[in-house]
């Protein structure tokens, strides 16, 4: 018998969307119809994501699973010379899948090659996905400002500083950007608000400049005061979740960029965990960098430590929960694949149409 053939070919990776359909096909690579009494299935995991994700979940922290439980065998129909079956694409994830036609005998017959591989992004993403990026501190009273530049103020500061005084600039607020989105949405016609990061960053101590980086964060679940409005009604998170609300009520979509590969040196997290932390061969806390520059303001997370995961995992889930709809993973090739199979695995099994964009930056 003529080897097999199957479409989509064996090892071929496909980008759809949910409600999308997905042709399944298996035939003779001379073109012959299969023998008589042959029958033919596509063997998947598609539409089993949940127990896909409570595989990978259940796994933590190394503990034994009955792996593969998700596969199952859809039958393929005859027509004319091959078989075919058409499969509807009902939820976001990655999928595999693979044709093999059994004998009388009950014997298996599999092209070669590799399963196809389907990675379903949710229905609302197919279309305008314009992105309109926003650093919060860059709103308020300095954003139509040519310069921020003021050489009397200045030399100030700079006295200051020498002696040991530390300067924080004024930063726009939450409350500035929702006053914008009339615009970015309406107008500019951006249907993703992606910011950057929100979190505290360092004051008085490990300061990267006068203005501190954004991904030195303190808590990776807390605001920054500085983009707060003060307001005895209202919190920090009450205040970002108005802003998550009033994107949504404009048919828009929240992104933040939050970074699990290192944290600001003295985070709360560092505080709590330090065994979470790499260190080198002196025990000093190791801090990550590229191009070679070292970051000194930032410390890397270890994640060799698996506990570490669960954590990270209900950071990410206490966005969603405050109307965070994906995020921008900063240095997200750092991190493990194993790491991001169970953080991304607890985050779709409560919110699956969370989107997780990952900084490439040449890794692997």
């Known amino acids: 018998m003529s080897r097999l053939i199957m479409t989509p070919a064996t090892g071929e990776r496909l980008l759809r969307f949910v409600g999308d359909r997905v042709r399944f096909t298996l035939r003779g690579s001379d073109g012959a119809p299969l023998p008589p009494g042959w029958r033919v299935f596509v063997r998947t995991n598609l539409g089993r994501g949940k127990i896909l994700r409570q595989e990978i979940i259940s796994s933590y922290p190394r503990r034994p699973t009955l792996a593969n439980a998700a596969w199952h065998d859809v039958a393929l129909e005859r027509c004319g010379d091959e078989w075919t079956r058409e499969l509807t694409l009902i939820e976001p994830g990655f999928f595999r899948a693979k044709a093999y036609a059994v004998d009388p005998e009950g014997r298996q017959h599999w092209p070669e090659g590799d399963d196809a591989g389907i990675s379903i992004h949710p229905d609302q ?8 990026c926003a650093f919060i501190r860059m709103f308020g009273d300095a ?7 003021n050489p009397p103020l200045e030399a100030q500061l700079a006295e200051l500083e020498k002696r040991k005084f530390t300067t924080i600039p004024a930063s726009g607020r939450i409350r500035d950007l929702i006053k914008e989105l009339p615009f970015i949405i309406d107008t500019l016609g951006c249907r993703i608000l992606q910011l950057l990061p929100v979190n505290p960053t360092p004051t008085t101590f490990a300061r990267f ?7 030195a964060s303190q808590d990776l679940t807390a605001i920054d005061p500085a983009l707060i409005e003060f307001d005895q009604r209202t919190t920090g998170i009450d205040q970002f979740c108005e802003l998550t609300n009033a994107a949504h009520a404009r048919g828009a979509r929240v992104f933040i960029d939050i970074v699990i590969n290192h944290t600001g040196w003295g985070a709360r997290l560092q505080e709590k965990h330090p065994e979470w932390y790499l260190r080198d061969e002196k025990g ?6 590229a191009w070679g520059v070292v970051w000194e303001d930032l410390v890397e997370l270890d994640h060799r430590n698996v506990a570490l995961w669960a954590d990270l995992a209900e950071t990410f889930l206490i966005w969603c929960r405050r109307g965070v709809d994906g995020f921008r993973c900063d240095a997200g090739y750092k991190v493990p694949l194993r790491a991001w199979r169970y953080i991304t695995a607890r985050v779709l099994d409560e919110f699956p149409d969370t989107v997780f964009l990952l900084e490439g930056l040449g890794g692997s």
């Open 125 to 132: 993403y197919r279309t305008a996905n314009t992105i309109y």
């Open 209 to 215: 400049g006068r203005f501190g980086s954004p991904y």
């Open 143 to 149: 954003k139509q400002a040519v310069s921020t530049k």
């Open 284 to 289: 000093n806390f190791v801090s990550p960098g």
